[in-house]
């Protein structure tokens, strides 16, 4: 099992950059694939990023492409997002996710459903003025 931490979040311009970054207990984070998701007040959880366990493989959401960037670290058992040219359009929560994987798989897969993570966390609120 593992848990989730969030930080990061804030207040910010049309076109600044943020970085938000997850922490997860345990021992066993790079058995774990990782991903990010939003929430604006009234709309769904959507998918924003995900990235394999062995960090080989990400994906974006459509309106985040190139201006986002996920990236991992499992010796410090943390996952980024880093948000540039961001839009006012971005304003949401934010949440981490994880979805443990066994070894019988490659490591390489990246998960973008809500329904394929199993585990969340509290989330983080960004919110980017115009």
């Known amino acids: 099992q593992v848990q989730l931490v969030e930080s990061g979040g804030g207040l910010v311009q049309a076109g600044d950059s943020l970085r938000l970054s997850c922490a997860a207990s345990?021992?066993?984070?790079?058995?774990?694939?990782m991903g990010w998701f939003r929430q604006a007040p009234g709309k769904e959880r959507d998918f924003v990023a995900g990235i394999s366990r062995n960090s080989g493989s990400t994906l974006y959401g459509d309106s985040m492409k190139g201006r986002f960037t996920i990236s991992r670290d499992n010796a410090k058992n943390t996952v980024d997002l880093q948000m540039n040219s961001l839009k006012p359009e971005d304003t949401a929560v934010y949440y981490c996710?994880?979805?443990?994987?066994?070894?019988?798989?490659?490591?390489?897969?990246?998960?973008?459903?809500?329904?394929?993570?199993?585990?969340w966390g509290q989330g983080t609120q960004v919110t980017v003025s115009s």
């Open positions: 345990g021992r066993t984070f790079s058995r774990y694939a």
């Open positions: 996710a994880a979805r443990f994987e066994d070894t019988a798989y490659t490591g390489t897969y990246v998960y973008t459903k809500l329904r394929q993570y199993g585990y």
